[in-house]
């Protein structure tokens, strides 16, 4: 069982926007950085947000700025990603990660989901 479990996943229209949302299976992660990933068909995995504990330090990868904001709620224990104008591109197995800072690098997360799927169609 993953110890994140992320939902929000969809197919939508080139212009649309989803709102990603990503809680924990077990235990909390109010005290850890949180991040999202993404792979694209035949690419390998790619940064896209992340969020510090006290959310004090947010960092997006170049192809998402000024479209996506990553954002948390510590009461429900949950980290959102509201996505704006996706493109096709932005099709995508979302991953939800938790670690002990806020980078881009897939090996500084200790704690994964299992992915949503959006799909984005011209």
């Known amino acids: 069982q993953a110890d994140l479990v992320e939902s929000g996943g969809g197919s939508v229209q080139a212009g649309d926007s989803l709102r990603l949302s990503c809680v924990a299976s077990r235990g909390t992660f109010n005290d850890y950085a949180m991040a999202w990933f993404r792979q694209r068909p035949g690419k390998e995995r790619e940064f896209v947000a992340a969020i510090s504990g006290f959310a004090t330090i947010l960092e997006y990868g170049d192809s998402v700025k000024g479209r996506f904001t990553i954002s948390r709620d510590k009461a429900k224990n949950a980290v959102h990603l509201q996505m704006t104008s996706l493109q096709p591109e932005d099709t995508a197995v979302y991953y939800c990660?938790?670690?002990?800072?806020?980078?881009?690098?897939?090996?500084?997360?200790?704690?994964w989901g299992q992915g949503t799927q959006v799909t984005v169609s011209s």
């Open positions: 990660a938790a670690g002990p800072g806020a980078r881009r690098e897939e090996d500084s997360y200790t704690y």
